[in-house]
């Protein structure tokens, strides 16, 4: 079954709004959770790390004051998309790991944001 | 960058097996070979990973070269559901996996009835 659990799956919102994605680890505690997004027909590209108690860690290009992340739990990282416009309509996707040794990275079945 | 090179689209008949080639040839003694794939508008499914020697399990194979430059998946009895994105990934793992993983454009497996 999942491990990982992303919800919502699909949100329609307006320009210049603000949107939040949850990502849950299911039975275990993650304290490193990674956001992806993906345009179609390209591959999934990183946009963050996400630690449990402090910041998050962006990749080059990435806005961090547009994409907000909290990771206030070892179960939960939410990435908030600021201020949404219709170029940032894509497929976002988290992932997270268990804590024991060569335990491979699972994702969640992505968040699809329509920003009209 | 992603370190690995893959074919960008093969084609597999239904219940032959398929076999997904990567290269992988500035690998480290440290780095692990992942395999993941993506079915349409779903999140990555992790299907297996090895260091130097082969592996298997009820998903599928993976043989990796002695000299750990490529490795090949394969789908032993391929089916319309394998119709998917396959993605090498090589990753240094710690131990609590807490490594990024970094994709790059994967091979498109079409399974064909």
């Known amino acids: 079954g999942a491990v990982v659990s992303q919800h919502p799956s699909r949100v329609i919102c307006k320009s210049g709004t603000s949107v939040k994605i949850e990502c849950r680890s299911l039975?275990?505690?993650?304290?490193?959770m990674f956001w992806y997004r993906q345009f179609p027909k390209q591959s999934l590209m990183l946009m963050a790390t996400?630690?449990?108690?402090?910041?998050?860690?962006?990749e080059q290009g990435v806005e961090k004051d547009k994409f907000l992340i909290n990771h206030a739990s070892l179960t939960l990282s939410t990435l908030t998309v600021t201020s949404a416009h219709p170029e940032d309509s894509s497929f976002y996707i988290c992932?997270?790991?268990?804590?024991?040794?060569?335990?491979?990275?699972?994702f969640g079945n992505g968040t699809r944001l329509t920003v009209t | 960058d992603a370190k690995t090179t893959q074919p960008t689209s093969m084609d597999c008949a239904e219940g032959r097996a398929a076999n997904l080639p990567c290269n992988h040839s500035?690998?480290?003694?440290?780095?692990?070979v992942y395999w993941y794939r993506q079915i349409h508008s779903q999140g990555p499914q992790y299907i297996i990973h090895?260091?130097?020697n082969n592996e298997t399990n009820e998903m599928a194979s993976l043989i990796i070269t002695e000299d750990r430059k490529s490795s090949t998946l394969i789908l032993p009895h391929a089916t319309l559901r394998d119709t998917a994105v396959y993605y090498c990934?090589?990753?240094?793992?710690?131990?609590?996996?807490?490594?990024?993983?970094?994709f790059g454009t994967g091979t498109l497996l079409a399974v064909q009835p």
């Open positions: 500035t690998i480290s003694g440290n780095e692990y």
């Open positions: 996400s630690n449990e108690g402090s910041k998050a860690t962006y």
């Open positions: 090895g260091l130097k």
């Open positions: 990934i090589v990753r240094v793992d710690y131990g609590g996996a807490t490594n990024k993983l970094i």
């Open positions: 039975d275990f505690q993650a304290t490193t």
């Open positions: 992932s997270a790991s268990r804590p024991t040794d060569n335990s491979p990275l699972h």
